[in-house]
Nanobody
Framework: QVQLEESGGGLVQAGESLRLSCLAS????????MGWFRQEAPGKERQFVA????????HYADSVKGRFTVSRDSAKNTVYLQMNSMKPEDTAMYYC?????????????????WGQGTQVTVSS
C-alpha cells in the first residue's frame, strides 16, 4: 500500500512559479509510476498533467508542456511538480497519484493510490 501527501499549493500571480511536492510512504518512489492530475472544480473530470515512470521517462499534457517539470528525489521519497509561467487556467486542485504495476506510463495507466490534493490558484 502507498500513502501520498501533497504540499506546496497556494495563490500566485500569472507568470509566477510554484513547486508542488508529493511525499510517498510505505513504498520507494523509484518503484512507482507517479502522476500529477488536476481538477478544476468538484464534479469535473480530473485531467492528466504529468507522469514520471520508473525508468525516469517523463510525460506531459500538451497544455503544460514546456512550462511544467516533474522530477523525483529518491532520498526524500518525494516527487515534485515545478510549475513555471503559470496561467489562470492552471487554477485547480492538484493531485498526486501512484501506480505499483507498470514500468512506464501510458494513457491507460490506472493509478490506484491518490493523495488528498493541494489547491493552486493563479490570479490574472
Amino acid at each position: 500500500q502507498v500513502q501520498l501527501e501533497e504540499s506546496g499549493g497556494g495563490l500566485v500571480q500569472a507568470g509566477e512559479s510554484l513547486r508542488l511536492s508529493c511525499l510517498a510512504s510505505r513504498r520507494a518512489i523509484s518503484s512507482l509510476v507517479m502522476g500529477w492530475f488536476r481538477q478544476e472544480a468538484p464534479g469535473k473530470e480530473r485531467q492528466f498533467v504529468a507522469a514520471l515512470s520508473r525508468n525516469g521517462n517523463t510525460h506531459y499534457a500538451d497544455s503544460v508542456k514546456g512550462r511544467f517539470t516533474v522530477s523525483r528525489d529518491s532520498a526524500k521519497n518525494t516527487v515534485y511538480l515545478q510549475m513555471n509561467s503559470m496561467k489562470p487556467e492552471d487554477t485547480a486542485m492538484y493531485y498526486c497519484a501512484a501506480d505499483t504495476y507498470v514500468n512506464d506510463w501510458t494513457p491507460e495507466t490506472y493509478f490506484g493510490y491518490w493523495g488528498q490534493g493541494t489547491q493552486v490558484t493563479v490570479s490574472s
